[in-house]
């Protein structure tokens, strides 16, 4: 299941409104005989990429799979009928399919005489490669993380307005990496106003990287001619407008899943406000400040009950930096 979860980590960011799924595929004895992801929408899916790498050996093998294998004729043919077609003996999945119409994989399977299993690294799959897809199948809306770097004081610039180079080198290179596997990046047109952000996807030489997100600019005004955001290294989408919810359902029916949320305070304030953040990620340098912007602005909060509470479910250290992932605290 881990050398699925690595392969399904190969494709992300290239298959929404699809799931990023990763399948291996092992030989009768056990040996490991082929792997695939899912492909772009309209293409072959996780487990028929792994059997065609796997060929006859897959005859009487094993498939693991990150999430159920659909049973429906949707773009493609059903995984079930592969998985039966190839002769494939035993079929282990992670996460239960959320989408009706995909559903119903397992059933066919045993119906079909094969062995099915299912949980395996579940939590690993769900809050991994898999988190954005299911909060997607279940609520409709694109998951959104909210990222931000700030100093130990939580401030996100200095008093005169300057900001490039909070973070670490090793934090800065880890949210490149980041945005190249995420459908769309989200600023405020105020951001783009203040720092002319490119929002693209850099390698540590500061070259575009192979894959870039869409970039999203929100806001009502125009945006100045010449800015970064303009060129042509990615795609721009300039939405006029202030509300969460209308960001998020103009990006649903793009079929953006997987959103990262970039500043500046005001808008993550009006998603917080809104309950529209799915995670939290904090860089935090060891710096201080004592003057400047802190990193999130007004989001409907005057006293202490009402605090927006999340829950940390990782904090790793990132060259100097710390990593906090932190999600809402639902209960
Ligand atoms: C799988 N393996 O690799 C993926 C699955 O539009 P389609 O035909 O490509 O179907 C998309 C649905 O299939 C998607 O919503 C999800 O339920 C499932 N995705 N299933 O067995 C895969 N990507
Ligand atoms: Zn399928």
Redesign the pocket.
Known sequence: MRAAIACSEQVRGT?S?????G?VILDAEGNQVGQG??QP??GS???VMALVDAGTKARGGTAV?T????A?????PP?TRALMAAGVARVVFAVA?P?P???G?RTVLTEAGVTVESGLLADEVERGPLRAWLHY?RTGRPHVTWKYAATLDGRVAAADGTSRWISSEESRAQVHDLRRRIDAIVAGRGTILADDSALTARGADGTTADRQPLRVVVGTGDLPEGARVLDDAAETLHLRTREPSDVLAALGERGVVDVLLEGGPTLAGAFVQAGAVDRVLAYVAPTLLGDGPVALGASGVSTITGAHRFRVEGVTMCGPDVRISAVPDRN
């Open positions: 298959t409104p699809n799931p990023p799924v399948c992801a899912t929408p309209g899916h996780a487990e799979v999430l159920e294998p659909c429906h004729h949707g773009r493609t995984c399919d989408n119409d995909a559903a994989g199948a």
